[in-house]
Protein backbone atom coordinates (compact mmCIF):
# COMPACT_ATOMS: atom_id res chain seq x y z
CA UNK A 1 0.00 0.00 0.00
CA UNK A 2 1.34 3.75 -0.85
CA UNK A 3 2.97 5.04 2.09
CA UNK A 4 1.77 8.37 1.74
CA UNK A 5 -1.50 7.10 1.93
CA UNK A 6 -1.09 5.28 4.75
CA UNK A 7 0.40 7.97 6.25
CA UNK A 8 -2.82 10.04 5.74
CA UNK A 9 -5.31 7.46 7.09
CA UNK A 10 -3.24 7.26 10.22
CA UNK A 11 -3.18 11.01 10.61
CA UNK A 12 -6.89 11.40 10.09
CA UNK A 13 -7.70 8.19 12.12
CA UNK A 14 -5.79 9.37 15.30
CA UNK A 15 -6.89 12.77 15.28
CA UNK A 16 -10.55 12.37 14.63
CA UNK A 17 -10.74 9.43 17.64
CA UNK A 18 -8.36 11.98 20.06
CA UNK A 19 -11.11 14.54 19.08
CA UNK A 20 -14.58 12.10 19.05
CA UNK A 21 -13.22 9.62 22.28
CA UNK A 22 -9.53 9.86 23.70
CA UNK A 23 -9.70 6.96 25.64
CA UNK A 24 -10.60 5.43 22.23
CA UNK A 25 -6.95 5.79 21.45
CA UNK A 26 -5.91 2.77 23.85
CA UNK A 27 -5.43 -0.04 20.68
CA UNK A 28 -3.44 1.90 18.71
CA UNK A 29 -0.65 1.56 21.90
CA UNK A 30 1.08 -0.70 22.87
CA UNK A 31 2.91 -2.00 26.33
CA UNK A 32 6.46 -1.05 24.61
CA UNK A 33 5.06 2.41 23.29
CA UNK A 34 6.09 5.65 24.05
CA UNK A 35 5.17 9.19 24.53
CA UNK A 36 6.73 12.55 25.81
CA UNK A 37 4.36 14.99 25.83
CA UNK A 38 5.57 18.45 26.46
CA UNK A 39 8.54 17.29 27.66
CA UNK A 40 6.74 14.30 29.74
CA UNK A 41 7.56 10.61 29.58
CA UNK A 42 5.08 8.04 29.73
CA UNK A 43 5.16 4.27 28.61
CA UNK A 44 2.29 1.59 27.88
CA UNK A 45 -0.58 2.07 26.16
CA UNK A 46 -2.75 2.11 29.98
CA UNK A 47 -0.14 4.87 31.19
CA UNK A 48 -0.48 6.97 28.12
CA UNK A 49 -4.00 6.98 27.54
CA UNK A 50 -4.22 7.73 31.06
CA UNK A 51 -2.17 10.59 30.07
CA UNK A 52 -4.07 11.63 27.51
CA UNK A 53 -7.41 11.67 28.74
CA UNK A 54 -5.95 13.54 31.77
CA UNK A 55 -5.35 16.66 29.46
CA UNK A 56 -6.54 19.84 31.00
CA UNK A 57 -9.50 20.33 28.35
CA UNK A 58 -12.66 18.23 27.73
CA UNK A 59 -13.20 19.45 24.15
CA UNK A 60 -10.71 19.98 21.61
CA UNK A 61 -10.62 20.04 17.49
CA UNK A 62 -6.99 19.10 15.79
CA UNK A 63 -6.56 20.47 12.00
CA UNK A 64 -3.99 19.58 10.31
CA UNK A 65 -1.58 21.58 8.03
CA UNK A 66 1.15 19.21 6.76
CA UNK A 67 1.75 15.74 7.13
CA UNK A 68 5.61 13.97 5.92
CA UNK A 69 5.84 10.39 6.35
CA UNK A 70 9.21 8.08 5.48
CA UNK A 71 9.77 4.32 5.69
CA UNK A 72 11.93 4.12 9.25
CA UNK A 73 13.46 0.70 8.51
CA UNK A 74 13.75 -2.82 7.02
CA UNK A 75 11.06 -3.71 9.90
CA UNK A 76 8.50 -1.97 8.07
CA UNK A 77 8.02 0.86 10.33
CA UNK A 78 7.02 3.98 9.55
CA UNK A 79 7.41 7.90 10.11
CA UNK A 80 5.19 10.36 10.19
CA UNK A 81 5.64 13.88 11.30
CA UNK A 82 2.92 16.20 11.38
CA UNK A 83 1.93 19.74 12.01
CA UNK A 84 -1.38 21.69 12.86
CA UNK A 85 -3.63 23.57 15.19
CA UNK A 86 -5.45 22.52 18.30
CA UNK A 87 -8.05 24.03 18.83
CA UNK A 88 -9.92 24.44 22.64
CA UNK A 89 -13.51 24.61 23.52
CA UNK A 90 -14.01 28.59 24.87
CA UNK A 91 -10.24 29.43 23.76
CA UNK A 92 -10.07 32.74 21.37
CA UNK A 93 -7.00 31.87 19.59
CA UNK A 94 -5.80 28.07 18.41
CA UNK A 95 -2.38 26.55 19.59
CA UNK A 96 -0.38 25.60 16.76
CA UNK A 97 1.42 21.86 17.44
CA UNK A 98 4.15 19.41 15.98
CA UNK A 99 4.33 15.26 16.31
CA UNK A 100 5.73 12.62 15.27
CA UNK A 101 4.85 9.07 14.95
CA UNK A 102 6.83 5.82 14.66
CA UNK A 103 4.22 2.87 13.39
CA UNK A 104 4.98 -0.33 13.47
CA UNK A 105 3.62 -3.27 11.32
CA UNK A 106 1.38 -5.65 13.84
CA UNK A 107 0.97 -8.95 12.95
CA UNK A 108 -2.87 -8.56 11.88
CA UNK A 109 -1.60 -6.27 9.12
CA UNK A 110 -2.34 -3.52 10.88
CA UNK A 111 -0.17 -0.43 12.57
CA UNK A 112 0.82 0.39 15.90
CA UNK A 113 1.97 3.60 17.51
CA UNK A 114 5.66 2.75 18.98
CA UNK A 115 6.99 6.14 19.60
CA UNK A 116 4.97 9.75 20.22
CA UNK A 117 6.38 13.28 20.45
CA UNK A 118 4.49 16.08 20.77
CA UNK A 119 5.10 19.69 21.23
CA UNK A 120 2.87 22.88 20.91
CA UNK A 121 5.07 25.79 18.39
CA UNK A 122 5.01 29.27 20.51
CA UNK A 123 5.49 31.78 18.64
CA UNK B 1 37.93 19.56 18.06
CA UNK B 2 34.04 19.43 18.18
CA UNK B 3 33.69 16.41 15.95
CA UNK B 4 36.24 14.32 17.97
CA UNK B 5 34.18 15.17 21.48
CA UNK B 6 31.32 14.14 19.23
CA UNK B 7 32.85 10.70 18.26
CA UNK B 8 33.64 9.87 21.94
CA UNK B 9 30.37 10.23 22.82
CA UNK B 10 29.43 8.42 20.75
CA UNK B 11 31.63 5.95 21.08
CA UNK B 12 31.21 5.70 25.08
CA UNK B 13 27.08 5.15 25.05
CA UNK B 14 27.64 2.29 22.82
CA UNK B 15 29.86 0.98 24.94
CA UNK B 16 27.95 1.31 27.70
CA UNK B 17 25.25 -1.33 25.70
CA UNK B 18 22.80 1.57 24.08
CA UNK B 19 22.31 -1.37 21.24
CA UNK B 20 20.95 -3.93 23.86
CA UNK B 21 18.18 -1.68 25.53
CA UNK B 22 15.81 -4.80 25.58
CA UNK B 23 17.68 -7.08 27.40
CA UNK B 24 16.47 -7.24 30.60
CA UNK B 25 17.64 -6.03 34.04
CA UNK B 26 18.29 -2.74 32.27
CA UNK B 27 17.52 0.46 34.15
CA UNK B 28 14.79 2.41 32.38
CA UNK B 29 15.76 5.40 33.57
CA UNK B 30 19.42 4.68 32.90
CA UNK B 31 18.63 3.89 29.36
CA UNK B 32 16.56 7.26 29.35
CA UNK B 33 19.40 9.46 30.44
CA UNK B 34 21.52 8.04 27.58
CA UNK B 35 19.28 8.06 25.06
CA UNK B 36 18.42 11.71 26.21
CA UNK B 37 22.27 12.55 26.40
CA UNK B 38 22.93 11.17 22.95
CA UNK B 39 19.97 13.09 21.42
CA UNK B 40 21.15 16.19 22.73
CA UNK B 41 24.80 15.58 21.63
CA UNK B 42 23.73 14.93 18.11
CA UNK B 43 21.81 17.95 18.16
CA UNK B 44 24.85 20.14 18.78
CA UNK B 45 26.61 18.30 16.80
CA UNK B 46 24.49 18.44 13.94
CA UNK B 47 23.42 22.28 14.10
CA UNK B 48 27.10 23.19 14.86
CA UNK B 49 28.52 21.38 10.91
CA UNK B 50 24.96 23.45 9.70
CA UNK B 51 25.61 26.82 11.28
CA UNK B 52 29.81 26.56 10.23
CA UNK B 53 30.86 23.78 7.61
CA UNK B 54 27.62 22.73 5.51
CA UNK B 55 30.08 21.06 3.19
CA UNK B 56 30.38 18.29 6.26
CA UNK B 57 26.88 17.23 6.94
CA UNK B 58 26.49 14.44 4.04
CA UNK B 59 29.57 12.77 6.41
CA UNK B 60 26.06 12.12 8.53
CA UNK B 61 24.01 10.29 6.47
CA UNK B 62 24.27 6.86 4.33
CA UNK B 63 23.15 5.77 0.99
CA UNK B 64 20.06 4.38 2.18
CA UNK B 65 19.28 7.98 4.27
CA UNK B 66 15.68 10.06 3.30
CA UNK B 67 15.53 13.59 3.53
CA UNK B 68 12.31 15.69 3.45
CA UNK B 69 12.75 19.63 3.39
CA UNK B 70 9.58 21.30 3.32
CA UNK B 71 7.95 18.40 1.69
CA UNK B 72 10.63 17.43 -0.98
CA UNK B 73 11.95 14.06 -0.28
CA UNK B 74 15.52 13.32 -1.06
CA UNK B 75 17.36 10.44 -0.76
CA UNK B 76 21.10 9.64 -0.75
CA UNK B 77 24.38 10.99 0.14
CA UNK B 78 24.42 13.05 -3.28
CA UNK B 79 20.88 14.28 -3.67
CA UNK B 80 20.71 15.16 0.24
CA UNK B 81 23.98 17.34 -0.22
CA UNK B 82 23.69 18.92 -3.07
CA UNK B 83 19.76 19.98 -1.57
CA UNK B 84 21.89 20.90 1.51
CA UNK B 85 24.52 22.90 -0.58
CA UNK B 86 21.44 24.69 -2.83
CA UNK B 87 19.60 25.76 0.40
CA UNK B 88 18.95 29.87 -0.59
CA UNK B 89 21.30 31.32 1.72
CA UNK B 90 25.04 30.92 2.86
CA UNK B 91 24.73 31.80 6.44
CA UNK B 92 22.68 30.78 9.27
CA UNK B 93 22.77 30.42 13.01
CA UNK B 94 19.70 27.72 14.62
CA UNK B 95 19.05 28.65 17.79
CA UNK B 96 17.35 25.04 20.16
CA UNK B 97 14.47 25.58 21.79
CA UNK B 98 13.45 21.94 22.94
CA UNK B 99 15.03 18.46 22.33
CA UNK B 100 12.99 15.48 22.89
CA UNK B 101 14.19 11.71 22.30
CA UNK B 102 13.43 8.22 22.85
CA UNK B 103 14.71 4.80 21.53
CA UNK B 104 13.23 3.89 18.39
CA UNK B 105 13.31 0.11 18.33
CA UNK B 106 15.25 -3.17 20.03
CA UNK B 107 18.35 -2.48 17.44
CA UNK B 108 19.50 0.73 18.98
CA UNK B 109 18.02 3.36 17.04
CA UNK B 110 17.22 7.01 18.34
CA UNK B 111 14.43 9.16 17.44
CA UNK B 112 14.57 12.67 17.96
CA UNK B 113 12.71 15.76 18.04
CA UNK B 114 13.71 19.41 17.93
CA UNK B 115 12.17 22.56 17.50
CA UNK B 116 14.03 25.97 17.34
CA UNK B 117 14.44 29.16 15.45
CA UNK B 118 16.71 29.77 12.45
CA UNK B 119 18.52 32.94 12.34
CA UNK B 120 19.32 34.52 8.12
CA UNK B 121 21.40 37.77 8.19
CA UNK B 122 19.90 40.12 7.06
CA UNK B 123 15.84 39.43 8.13
CA UNK B 124 14.80 41.35 10.98
CA UNK B 125 12.40 38.24 12.02
CA UNK B 126 13.63 34.60 13.01
CA UNK B 127 12.07 31.92 11.47
CA UNK B 128 10.84 28.88 13.51
CA UNK B 129 11.38 25.19 12.97
CA UNK B 130 10.68 21.93 13.87
CA UNK B 131 12.48 19.01 12.86
CA UNK B 132 12.90 15.30 13.61
CA UNK B 133 15.63 12.44 13.04
CA UNK B 134 16.12 8.81 13.08
CA UNK B 135 19.30 7.61 13.92
CA UNK B 136 20.46 4.21 13.63
CA UNK B 137 23.63 2.64 14.75
CA UNK B 138 26.47 2.05 11.97
CA UNK B 139 28.78 -0.67 10.99
CA UNK B 140 31.50 1.28 11.65
CA UNK B 141 30.20 1.90 16.07
CA UNK B 142 29.05 5.12 15.16
CA UNK B 143 25.03 6.77 14.27
CA UNK B 144 24.39 8.22 11.12
CA UNK B 145 20.73 9.57 9.98
CA UNK B 146 18.20 7.20 8.31
CA UNK B 147 15.37 9.45 8.37
CA UNK B 148 15.68 13.77 8.60
CA UNK B 149 12.19 15.88 7.90
CA UNK B 150 12.21 19.64 8.65
CA UNK B 151 8.92 22.21 8.45
CA UNK B 152 9.33 25.65 9.55
CA UNK B 153 6.27 26.45 11.33
CA UNK B 154 4.38 29.20 10.23
CA UNK B 155 3.22 31.77 12.54
Excluded at chain 1, 30 to 42: C, D, H, P, R
Excluded at chain 1, 95 to 111: A, C, E, Y
Aim: charged content about 15%.
Amino acid sequence: MDPDAVAKAFVEHYYSTFDANRANLANLYQESSMLTFEGQKIQGSPNIVAKLTSLPFQQCQHSITTVDCQPSGPAGGMLVFVSGNLQLAGEQHALKFSQMFHLMPTPQGSFYVLNDIFRLNYA
Amino acid sequence: MHYVLYRELISLYIFMGLGEWGKRGRGREEMEEQVEGLGRAFVDHYYYLFDNDRSSLPSLYHSTSMLTFEGHKVQGVDEISQKLNLLPFDQCQHVISTIDSQPSSFTGGIMVFVSGSLKLPGEEHQLRFSQMFHLVPSSEGSFFVQNDIFRLNYG
